[in-house]
């Protein structure tokens, strides 16, 4: 008797290890999903955006708008960093994500056009 409800013991450990394994594939199959659209997405508009030539004088003006608060009415920084010479610290990809996603707080994200990030993008290149 003792072998028989071992195996029926073993059958059931073998049938819930298997549940469990292919419940964590689903959502480790669902997770990567997320990620590869958020990131094909995330690169289409990163693509997008350094093939327009921004004007660095609208950029300005959306710099005026958003970011002075923050670092400054000439960019010289304040709560945020002096952003003159960002461009040689940061790539254009760099800065985009910096921007789009507040990657280092208190910075908060934008939500912005591939336009209107072509033009910061400019002005940030005059800051230089």
């Known amino acids: 008797m003792s072998t ?29 999903s997320i990620f590869s659209v958020n990131h094909h997405e995330n690169n289409k508009y990163i693509i997008e955006t350094l093939e327009l030539n921004g004007s660095a004088e609208e950029g300005d003006a ?5 970011c002075v608060g923050c670092h400054g ?24 994500k910096q921007v789009t996603g507040g990657l280092t707080p208190p910075m908060p ?16 290149h005059s800051l230089e």
């Open 4 to 32: 028989s409800s071992s195996t029926a013991a073993e059958r059931d450990f073998k049938r819930d290890f298997l549940k469990i394994f292919f419940v964590a594939f689903g959502v480790l199959l669902i997770c990567f």
């Open 62 to 66: 959306l710099f005026k708008i958003n």
């Open 73 to 96: 009415i000439t960019a010289r920084g304040l709560v945020g960093p002096d952003l003159h010479s960002i461009t040689q610290r940061l790539n254009d990809k760099e800065i985009i």
């Open 109 to 124: 994200s934008f939500e912005i056009d591939p336009v209107n990030m072509s033009n910061l993008l400019k002005y940030l």
